[in-house]
């Protein structure tokens, strides 16, 4: 049991010591005081089998901030938890000014550590996971219906901060219009909402976040706005089947390499597709590249050819189709030739490498900067405009020599 309590608490915590009230029990674990420490402290929990248990919580090192102001305004602006004080508590290591998270059955902690050199400060904050979880959603939010849909109207229409959104709210919340004298007449509110309730800056900012933000649903009905390396994989092996709906993305393709030691190193690649696409994919004889159907870490050969590759096969796969387009539409970047030239093997360089226009017209404009009548800098533009249409290469070879011949 104690392993299994260690295991569901992802081994956040480091001490468990179970103080059984189970009669069953027969060995009774040699439990220390219940006492403060200046390097941890342990506290009672009730644990998932409604047991009571003692844990050590730990606290580690978060950041360093300049003075307590900024200390102070760094919990005030942490939108996602609600910090409340203590005790300032005087220790070996110096005084500590001590937070708990008050949403409800959050049981997270924080301390600020005055230095006592110095005006700045530290944050430590305690091993334990915030616990925000849904099923007591209801209770933090103690908001109705009525004033739920207030905020998603004004979230909708771009009121998106809980400040704007609670001004709001003021205005709505009374019958009648404010009055200035008391002998003025009742005058009705235009703006009254009946049943509208004011709510507090975190019921509003948790409603929000529970109901607008992106979210990846999991298996089981379960939904996350943030995610892990391992759940990108999970993501990824659920939308590997090819679905039966043409316009369904699908991923065609992955590859994550996580690097516990070094985190930004790590390499995602993933391309995606619909049937459909790749459908109108294999009638076309060019590939347009730098198109968002594929997200990589990096903008490498190797990432290029990899994305090349998933559409090979996938080609393959569906249509049983030899896909190997002629030619490349992209921005100048070797890494896409690169990747093009070895995921479809052009050893001769026997295809066309078009540059996309709208890179073109891009990169002209920062390059001509230096013609400083903007006449001269339009007829020459006009002339490369020109140029562009050329129907076939040898037509365009020939403008482009008069062009040059021109310039010169
Ligand atoms: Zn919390």
Request: net charge negative; glycine share 4%; with cysteine.
């Amino acid at each position: 049991m104690l392993n299994n309590y260690i295991k569901e608490n992802n081994d956040t915590l480091s001490k468990v010591v179970e103080n059984s009230d189970d009669e069953f029990s027969d060995v009774q674990i040699n439990t220390p005081p219940v006492e403060v420490e200046s390097d941890g402290e342990i506290v009672e929990q009730i644990n998932s089998y409604g047991k009571r248990t003692r844990i050590q919580i730990n606290y580690s090192f978060t950041r360093e901030f300049e003075n307590i102001e900024q200390a102070y305004q760094f919990l005030k602006d942490d939108s996602n938890n609600i910090w409340s004080r203590l005790r300032i508590r005087k220790t070996n290591d110096g005084d500590k000014d001590c937070y708990k998270c008050n949403i409800k059955n959050c049981r997270s902690k924080l301390f600020i550590l005055f230095h006592d050199e110095s005006e700045s400060v530290s944050l430590w904050n305690s091993d334990i996971l915030h616990e925000h979880s849904s099923n007591s959603d209801e209770k933090i939010y103690g908001i109705n219906q009525i004033t739920k849909d207030q905020i998603g109207i004004l979230y909708r229409t771009r009121v998106k901060t809980a400040t704007n959104i609670l001004y709001a709210h003021r205005e709505k919340v009374s019958e009648y219009k404010d009055k200035k004298f008391d002998v003025d007449q009742d005058e009705i509110n235009p703006l009254y909402v009946p049943g509208l309730q004011i709510p507090t800056k975190l019921q509003i900012n948790n409603y929000i976040h529970n109901t607008f933000k992106p979210k990846i649903e999991f298996g089981e009905g379960k939904k996350k706005s943030k995610f892990s390396y391992g759940d990108l994989q999970f993501w990824v092996e659920n939308n590997l089947t090819i679905p039966d709906n043409e316009h369904e993305t699908f991923v065609l393709d992955y590859l994550i390499e996580y690097n516990p030691l070094i985190p930004s190193a790590s390499k995602i690649r993933l391309s995606l597709s619909t049937k459909n696409l790749l459908k109108i994919a294999a009638k076309t004889d060019h590939l347009c590249a730098d198109a968002t159907l594929s997200i990589c870490t990096g903008e490498t050969s190797d990432d290029f050819s990899f994305v090349f590759n998933s559409l090979i096969k996938a080609q393959k796969k569906l249509f049983d189709y030899n896909y190997r387009p002629r030619t490349l539409i992209a921005d100048g970047a070797e890494a896409i030739t690169n990747g093009f030239i070895n995921a479809f093997d052009y050893e001769n360089l026997d295809f066309k490498r078009v540059m996309c226009w709208a890179h073109v017209l891009r990169n002209f404009d920062k390059r001509i900067y230096f013609i400083t009548e903007e006449a001269n800098r339009n007829l020459i533009k006009e002339d490369i405009k020109e140029l562009q249409k050329s129907y076939c290469t040898e037509l365009f070879n020939c403008g482009y020599e008069l062009f040059e011949k021109k310039m010169a």
